[in-house]
């Protein structure tokens, strides 16, 4: 849900936010664009010593920053990003020396979460050809969490992965594969249903396919976590699984 983003890493050695050089942009696939990436947004990153405070960015408050610190000696991964200096030691890594400040920024589609929110639930229904949420959809947490667990089971169907799910799809056993593939063809199959509904106007036909949507993605996301080759990957994947379906938490699908 944060989809491909592109660096010019010039942008993130700046000591102050200066809003006509973002770090990133971001794109993602969207209907009738075969082969090709829609641009979606725009990202700002600023390089810091641990604990820094947020960059000052746009008027307000409501530029909400999230951390990035590059974790390296972890078993089984060697490196990767994680959210905070303590989250890398817990997984028994060496966090770098730096954090990496970010600030998304949201074009089209909209963002029903607002324009700086860490990730986009609009993008995987877009994607999938679907309207995606409204904000009033958003403001019931069990509603925001059911809306964000279709949107991540949707994601599955054009080749997202969730944060450390490169590493298992990267040598994917046999149980895995199988697995995961029967439950994306029945995420697939339930897309024509989505759109039937909101075309009909007919909530219950849409819940009813949402939650076979869902069962699959739960079932994926059971054979992740069996399918890890450690315990710090599993971890990784476990967190990951927790905060994705959290409104607002910084957690993205690599697409």
């Keep these: 849900m944060v989809g491909e ?6 942008h993130l050695r700046v000591t102050s936010l200066d809003p006509s050089r973002p770090a990133y942009v971001m794109y993602y696939p969207l209907p009738g664009r075969e082969h090709e990436q829609v641009l979606v947004g725009t990202a700002y990153g600023m390089v810091q010593p641990w604990g820094a405070d947020a960059p000052d960015g746009f008027a307000g408050t409501h530029d909400v920053w999230h951390v990035h610190v590059l974790c390296t000696a972890l078993d089984h991964l060697g490196s990767t990003f994680t959210a905070s200096a303590a989250e890398c030691l817990e997984l028994g890594g060496e966090p770098a020396k730096h954090q990496l400040a970010m600030l998304h920024v949201w074009f089209e589609p909209k963002n029903p979460e607002g324009p700086f929110a860490p ?42 992965t969730p944060r450390g799910g490169g590493f298992i799809e990267q040598r994917p056993t046999k149980i895995f594969a199988r697995q995961a593939e029967a439950d994306r063809t029945r995420i ?9 509904a909101q075309q009909q106007n007919d909530p219950t036909a849409f819940a ?9 993605w ?9 399918a890890a080759p450690s315990d710090v990957l599993r971890q990784m994947l476990e967190t990951w699984f927790t905060e994705a379906v959290l409104s607002n938490a910084h957690v993205g699908t690599h697409r």
């Design 5 to 10: 983003h592109w660096i010019n890493e010039r």
């Design 218 to 226: 739960e079932r994926i996301r059971a054979a992740y976590l069996e």
């Design 208 to 216: 009813a396919a949402a939650d076979e949507a869902i069962g699959a």
């Design 188 to 196: 697939r199959r339930q897309i024509p249903k989505l759109r039937e």
């Design 119 to 160: 990730d986009n639930v609009a993008l995987p229904f877009v994607a999938a050809g679907l309207a995606p949420p409204a904000p009033g959809d958003l403001r019931d947490p069990a509603d925001a969490q059911r809306m964000r667990k279709l949107a991540l089971a949707l994601s599955e169907t054009y080749g997202a």
